[in-house]
């Protein structure tokens, strides 16, 4: 049976893309680069629902399941306040850039995740802390203890995006607009 490894997610918008990516280049004077694999903008995202290994031929579902419900999501704007090691500064696995309320993401995850596992399919269970990854932990051992940096940087979320994950590369499968979006856009 042909698999992919799957997520949700909602993308930042050009603008924002932009700012994250000068961001990353003053992390990189903070951060020793041998310690950070960094994240190519390109593959900036805000996973929503980790749908893990599925079947090719399960995607028609999951856009069918999908499409409606992110139709019905209301558009909302966002800023990122902070930049810190991610879970935590004590057990890193990710630098992350984070949402100053993450209320509007949890809303589109839970309603997203209803309506998968809903459908049938098996939701990550581990509980949902919206982030976006800048870069991964080579080694633990490289993390400044004091990580913090102040961030000031907005976006809009207007559609999700199922991605295949292969190759070290996020591949989108399709997009999904909420309400009152341009699909176009």
Known sequence: MDVARTFLALDPDEALRAGLAALEQRLRAHFPYAAVRWTAPANYHFTLVFLGQVALADIPRIQACVTPVAAALPPFRY????????????????????????SGFLAWQQALAAALAGAGFAIERRPFRAHLSLGRWRSRSGCPPTADFALDLEGSATQVCLYESREGRYWPLFNAPCRGSDPGA
């Open 79 to 102: 800023r990122l306040g902070a930049v810190r090691p991610f879970p935590t500064a004590r057990s890193p696995r990710v630098i992350a850039a984070l949402p100053a309320d993450a």
